[in-house]
């Protein structure tokens, strides 16, 4: 399976390249780091820890890590899939000269082979489950040892990997060790073949989040009305801001509030422009500024914030927050965040992604989990109710501050395996 893995990169290798080049030409932040998707990144020197967080979530939950690494005279090599995980990588580290970003070549051999050439890692750290079936196969042939870092293994995602017997056995034995979130991963990976004695349960450092201590809240707290309850529905998918528009609008027993939407992707910004400017409630762009005549609306306003970095924001105004991803079938988005400042939580019903924290805070009783019907009633129940958002948003604070400590273990581990 291995093998055919490989010969179909190559064979597929020239319609490839041309779909590259039309995603590139239709989404122009792909534009930079060209040559870097085949092998040709910055050459190190200082053969560095490489770490790969696909996108924003990964890189935000290892982000403290990092930072703590570098503290510690350890170079870090931080590669991503995403523009957008590029873009967080430049606000998180732009002031720490020892963790340089470049982006992950695509899994084609040559590509690999040239990145571990330039690179010379003196170890691979994936987080979360980027499984990179030639990366692997490279890196124990020239003795790299790589770590999964934060694993994680939803049901679904383990069905997956059973479907491709042999090639996901390769993978796994060419892990040297597999630091897992939870009990349940830790069973899902040793079920589809990963070896017992290498996995190991270090706890979620997602529970280990730094927020913010200075924002701009005051700043966007001008949108909201005294009195007025807020409604943020934070990292919204395809298909799920109509929905949420068509519940706020059916809330008559609401008679005023802000919901405000914070889609996931800055490319569907002008799409979500557009469902609003059709779901005939009155709205505004965060990017145009403050409208009187829609602050003056006495009804239920919506505001889109099309704008990148500003989710924690928008949660720390919020009275009620709704996590997206999670009423369409994209395995919902992190919760924690929330949770940490002391919001009631409301999820759709497609939270695999963060199955075992999901559980917790629902069963702690800051989470709950409703149908897109549910929320014409659920909403404004809470909104109304300022003592059940209070418990609800005490018991996430709680929890989280119960379940940290992941990320010093981490460090602890990983300066004692890789340090200078």
Wanted: proline content about 5%; aromatic content about 8%.
């Amino acid at each position: 399976m291995s093998l055919i893995y490989r010969v179909l990169w190559y064979l597929l290798l020239p319609l490839g390249v041309i779909w590259h080049l039309i995603f590139i030409w239709r989404r122009p932040e792909y534009r930079l780091g060209f040559w870097q998707r085949y092998g040709w990144v910055p050459r190190h020197a200082q053969h560095p820890l490489l770490v790969h967080a696909a996108s924003v979530g990964e890189l935000n939950a290892v982000a403290e890590m990092l930072l703590q690494l570098a503290a510690r005279d350890i170079p870090i090599l931080v590669t991503t899939t995403t523009a957008t995980g590029r873009d967080r990588f430049q606000q998180l580290f732009t002031d720490t000269a020892a963790i340089r970003h470049c982006y992950m070549p695509f899994d084609l051999g040559l590509a690999q082979r040239l990145l571990l050439q330039r690179v010379k890692p003196r170890a691979i750290l994936l987080v979360e489950t980027e499984l990179w079936p030639n990366l692997l196969r490279l890196s124990a042939s020239k003795s790299v040892p790589v770590w999964l870092v934060n694993g994680r293994l939803s049901q679904r995602s383990a069905r997956r990997y059973r479907r491709f017997k042999g090639l996901t056995q390769s993978m796994l034995d060419n892990l040297q060790r597999l630091l897992v979130q939870d009990q349940a991963s830790a069973r899902r990976f040793a079920h589809i073949g990963a070896t017992k004695s290498r996995i190991q349960v270090m706890g979620s450092v997602k529970f280990d989040l730094v927020l913010p201590t200075t924002t701009q809240s005051n700043q966007h707290s001008q949108w909201l009305r005294p009195d007025e309850p807020c409604w943020v529905c934070g990292s919204t998918r395809e298909g799920e801001e109509a929905t949420l528009l068509q519940a706020w609008a059916k809330m008559s027993a609401l008679p005023q509030g802000l919901m405000v939407l914070v889609p996931r992707h800055p490319q569907r910004f002008e799409e979500v422009a557009d469902i609003c400017a059709q779901s005939g409630l009155p709205w505004c762009r965060l990017s145009h500024g403050i409208d009187q005549g829609f602050m003056q609306h006495q009804g239920r306003r919506v505001l889109l914030v099309d704008a990148m970095g500003l989710l924690i924001d928008f949660y720390r105004m919020a009275n009620v927050v709704f996590v997206g991803g999670s009423l369409v079938d994209k395995g919902g988005h992190n919760p924690l965040e929330a949770s940490a400042l002391g919001k009631p939580v409301l999820m759709g019903l497609h939270t695999y992604n963060f199955a075992t924290v999901c559980e917790l805070l629902e069963k702690v009783g800051n989470l709950r989990l409703v149908s897109a019907a549910d929320l014409v009633e659920q909403v404004p129940a809470l909104l109304s109710d300022p003592p059940a958002q209070l418990s609800m948003g005490q018991a996430g604070e709680q929890v989280v501050a119960q379940q940290r400590g992941a990320t010093l273990a981490y460090i602890t581990l990983l300066e004692q395996e890789f340090g200078a």
